[in-house]
C-alpha cells in the first residue's frame, strides 16, 4: 500500500470479506468524473463518498457520481434537520482521510452511512481508497454490508 490510508481501507475490506485489489492511478482523481475517465467507466458507477454535518455529526453519504445530493430531501429521509457539506476539518477527524479520497470504510470509528439505490443499476461500482490517487472496484451489496450503509435515493424522482 501507497498510504497508511490505503493500508486500513484494505484491512476493513478483508475484515469483511471482500477480495478485490486497489488501484493506483498515476494522477489524482478528486472528482467522481474524473475517475470515471481514468477508469472508462459510466459516471453513475463511481461510488462518490460525500460527508455531510447532520445537526453536527458526521454523515456519510455514498453517491452515485451521476447524482448530486438534494440535502433538503435527503435530511428529511433520514430524520434530520439539516444537512450541510463538511468541512475539510470535520471530514479528516471523521474518516481519517482527505476530501477527494474519501473510501467507505477504513475510518477511525463507524460513521452513519447512507447509500445511493442508483449505485444498483451497476454490476461493479467504484471507490476511493483512502487517497485521490486510489479506487478499488465491489458490488453494491458489498458497499451496503461494508458500511452498514442504509439505502436511500439522494434526489427526488
Not at 481501507?9 to 488501484?23: Q, S
Not at 458526521?58 to 433538503?72: C, F, K, N, Q, Y
Not at 479528516?92 to 460513521?111: E, K, L, M, S
Request: hydrophobic share 45%; glycine share 8%.
Amino acid at each position: 500500500m501507497r498510504h497508511e490510508r490505503n493500508a486500513a481501507v484494505a484491512r476493513d475490506l478483508a475484515a469483511a470479506g471482500i477480495e478485490t485489489e486497489m488501484r493506483f492511478l498515476d494522477a489524482e482523481t478528486h472528482t467522481a468524473k474524473a475517475a470515471a475517465e481514468h477508469l472508462g467507466v459510466a459516471l453513475g458507477a463511481i461510488a462518490n463518498s460525500l460527508v455531510f454535518s447532520a445537526d453536527g455529526e458526521p454523515v456519510l453519504i455514498m453517491t452515485s457520481g451521476a447524482h448530486r445530493v438534494d440535502t433538503e430531501f435527503v435530511a428529511d429521509r433520514i430524520g434530520r434537520g439539516k444537512l450541510r457539506r463538511a468541512d475539510p476539518a470535520m471530514v479528516r477527524a471523521a474518516t481519517g482521510q482527505v476530501i477527494g479520497g474519501v473510501a467507505p470504510c477504513g475510518h477511525p470509528a463507524p460513521v452513519e452511512t447512507y447509500v445511493d439505490i442508483a449505485l444498483a443499476e451497476f454490476p461493479v461500482i467504484w471507490a476511493a481508497g483512502g487517497t485521490a490517487d486510489s479506487l478499488f472496484p465491489l458490488r453494491y451489496d458489498q458497499l451496503l454490508a461494508l458500511t452498514d450503509g442504509r439505502e436511500i435515493p439522494v434526489e427526488p424522482d
